[in-house]
């Protein structure tokens, strides 16, 4: 019994689209290929992103170190001198005891700002106790030069951080915090600082006069550093305002892909 043969035309046009199809398939090997590529690209950027901040987060630990055991140990030594001297020698003329007042103010002056140069740079408690702590300090600091009320709340069951996340989290906080203190005239702001679904969540809002995000003013440039830490470390940074009803920023920051 003889097979019926495949007509020419028929066969032609089998393999016209075989040949289309193979064509399709090479060319999807090669986006698959270029899109690997484009991935590979991606993470090696990113762990070099990631490893410049882990430096930079060491040298400003380190800066900070060096400033609390040399300048503010200095400038604490002297500081205590001043009163050793003052008890000594309470009397004088009102000339000699202005212009000793004026040297030990400028003196404590320098001390604050030698502290608050610190915390700016790295707090030690970040090291010592971790992130709540610190930024608990963080809040302190601020309570002391500002009239304003800071309520704090926070929640991590992580003990141990990677350094440049914990320093991210730290900059995003005083980042939000100096907003809202300088430039919101609030009387009331809240910080939460939270763990949930392995990703860390930072909210500082005030009830203040709010801006338009439409047109951010320059005082406000620190909002753009917010948002790039946080996409940096796969989180998002979500910013509301408006004029007349205060702000808040609310970030959310991956644990587990860090």
């Known amino acids: 019994m003889n097979e019926k043969k495949c007509p020419k035309p028929m066969k032609e046009r089998l393999y016209r ?17 270029q899109h690997q590529c484009e991935i590979e690209v991606c993470l090696t950027q990113n762990r070099l992103l990631t490893n410049l901040l882990d430096n930079e ?14 300048l503010a140990q200095l ?6 001198r001043f009163e050793s001297f003052r008890e000594l020698h309470p009397g004088g003329d009102l000339d000699s005891l ?15 700002e030698a502290r608050r140069l610190i915390r700016g740079m790295h707090s030690p408690l970040l090291d010592k106790y971790g992130l709540a702590a610190a930024v608990g300090e963080l809040i302190q600091e601020r309570l002391e030069h500002a009239d304003v009320e800071i309520e704090y709340y926070h929640d991590l069951q992580t003990n141990v951080l990677p350094l440049s996340l914990a ?16 430039h919101s005239q609030s ?9 949930q679904d392995k990703s860390i969540r930072i909210l500082v809002q005030d009830w203040g006069i709010g801006f338009d995000l439409e047109n951010v003013e320059e005082g406000h440039f620190g909002l753009h550093g917010i948002q790039t830490r946080a996409k940096h470390f796969g ?24």
């Open 167 to 182: 320093g991210a989290v730290f900059r995003i906080v005083q980042e939000s915090l100096n907003n809202a203190c300088c």
């Open 75 to 80: 400038l604490a030594g002297a500081l205590h």
């Open 187 to 195: 009387k009331r702001i809240r910080v939460e600082l939270t763990e």
């Open 98 to 112: 202005n212009v000793f007042e004026n040297g030990f103010n400028l003196l404590r002056r320098a001390h604050r």
């Open 17 to 33: 689209e075989v040949e289309i199809l193979r064509n399709r398939i090479v060319s999807l090997e090669i986006m698959q290929k």
């Open 235 to 258: 989180g998002e940074a979500i910013i509301t305002s408006s004029p007349g009803a205060g702000a808040s920023i609310f970030v959310v920051i991956p644990i587990a892909e860090v």
């Open 57 to 70: 987060e060491r040298k400003q630990k380190l800066l900070a170190y060096e400033i609390h055991d040399n």
